[in-house]
T-cell receptor, first 115, second 113 residues
């Protein structure tokens, strides 16, 4: 399949360790944020989301943290597994003045899990 | 339940040709969005349709057009293809707005020669 992660920054972690993937978003007016995981040859898969009125949200093995002061989003994966190896994208939802809102994706980070 | 489906999976065209890509949303979802993903980059927003009306458009030329049908499926058309249009075209469906979770299909890989 295609290499979605070509030329993207890479985070390498040991299996069983916790992973932290960071994202700086661009617009202070963004009201909704999502993390997606994309494996080779597949479309992005929803992981977890958070709205701007929250600063933390937990899922199964994943936690998203939102710091609106510095426009920073992070994804924490507990006990990282080989199946977590993929490209991870953060996305923000915002609207230009007079326009409908849209989802804007970051550049992506490749997570590589060492056995 | 079936997820978002897209057809075809792969497509090869030559410069100047026209292409139509198809998307069927998750049952019950009324909004479809289209994205272009160039190798090594994140998806770029092209269009959003809700209840058969265009609700959003990204920074793409008029060669790109789309429509949504009464059954909420959608087509993306690209005319006068350029080499730079080679990309993975993704369709995402959601219940209604862009703040509803968008679920992506597997994409259509378009290669323009």
């Amino acid at each position: 399949g295609e290499n979605v992660g070509l030329h993207l920054p890479t985070l390498s972690v040991q299996e069983g360790d916790n992973s932290i993937i960071n994202c700086a978003y661009s617009n202070s007016a963004s009201d909704y944020f999502i993390w997606y995981k994309q494996e080779s040859g597949k479309g992005p898969q929803f992981i977890i989301d958070i709205r701007s009125n929250m600063d933390k949200r937990q899922g199964q093995r994943v936690t998203v943290l939102l710091n609106k002061t510095v426009k920073h989003l992070s994804l924490q994966i507990a006990a990282t597994q080989p199946g977590d190896s993929a490209v991870y994208f953060c996305a923000e939802n915002w609207a230009e003045t007079g326009a409908n809102s849209k989802l804007t994706f970051g550049k992506g980070i490749t997570l590589s899990v060492r056995p | 339940d079936a997820g978002v489906t897209q057809s075809p999976t792969h497509l090869i065209k030559t410069r100047g040709q026209q292409v139509t890509l198809r998307c069927s949303p998750i049952s019950g979802h009324k909004s479809v969005s289209w994205y272009q993903q160039v190798l090594g980059q994140g998806p770029q927003f092209i269009f959003q349709y809700y209840e058969k009306e265009e609700r959003g458009r990204g920074n793409f030329p008029d060669r790109f057009s789309a429509r949504q049908f009464p059954n909420y499926s959608s087509e993306l058309n690209v005319n006068a293809l350029l080499l730079g249009d080679s990309a993975l075209y993704l369709c995402a469906s959601s219940l209604a707005t862009t703040t509803d979770t968008q679920y992506f299909g597997p994409g259509t890989r378009l290669t323009v020669l």
